[in-house]
């Protein structure tokens, strides 16, 4: 699955792009990816989950990542895109905890690199993956984005986007070396029935 946006400065979906596209994670997008995340690294680390002391668990090399990633999605589970502006790749958006039944939600999480930070690429690019989950072609009923109340740019991705504020979860997840509150956004198919997509709605603000 590839979603794409072209004409995208054109249209005042972001500021600066020609095309923005979201694509599976592949194991060959290791030394692009490397580059990218360790020159963001001062940046970004204070926002990332990291596994706190006792942890059963064990971080292991991006292939290792990419191939469980990839695994998840086969069953439905997990759609881990990379993020590419004008061909180069530029961060990810995770589509985590797809459950299906009763439920029919996931959870979303993203980062960018600081060339396009500011320019609302990573807005339009959480639009067009909310537009895809929740859209027929997935059929998801509800989505959630869950943000630290420090985290300010990512807080207005999801206000831009006019997600519903649901309140705080306390100690959700252990992000450098502590337990960090997170202010949940959500969104249901409803919702977005209403407003006829969320990539339509940037292109009208």
């Not at 306390?170 to 407003?195: C, K, P, Q, S, T």
């Amino acid at each position: 699955m590839r979603l794409t946006e072209s004409a995208v400065t054109a249209r005042s979906l972001a500021r600066g792009p020609s095309t923005v596209s979201l694509r599976p994670v592949r194991v060959g997008d290791e030394a692009q990816w490397q580059r990218l995340r360790l020159a963001d690294d001062a940046r970004l680390t204070p926002w990332e989950a990291t596994l706190p002391p006792g942890s059963p668990d064990v971080l292991g090399s991006f292939r290792e990542y990419a191939r469980t990633q990839n695994r998840l999605a086969r069953r439905g589970e997990a759609m881990p895109f990379v993020l590419e502006v004008d061909g180069a790749l530029a961060g990810q958006v995770s589509v985590s905890s797809i459950r299906w039944g009763a439920l029919e939600c996931a959870n979303v999480g993203y980062w960018i690199g600081a060339p396009w930070e500011g320019r609302g690429v990573m807005t339009l690019a959480v639009a067009m993956v909310l537009d895809h989950l929740l859209g027929p072609q997935v059929g998801l009923h509800r989505v959630e984005i869950d943000v630290r109340p420090d985290n300010a740019r990512s807080l207005a991705v999801c206000r831009r986007l006019g997600l519903r504020e649901e309140g705080v979860q306390r100690g959700l997840m252990y992000i450098n070396g502590a337990w960090e509150d997170h202010v949940v956004f959500a969104v249901v198919a409803e919702d977005r029935v209403a407003e006829a997509g969320f990539v339509s709605r940037l292109g009208r603000m």
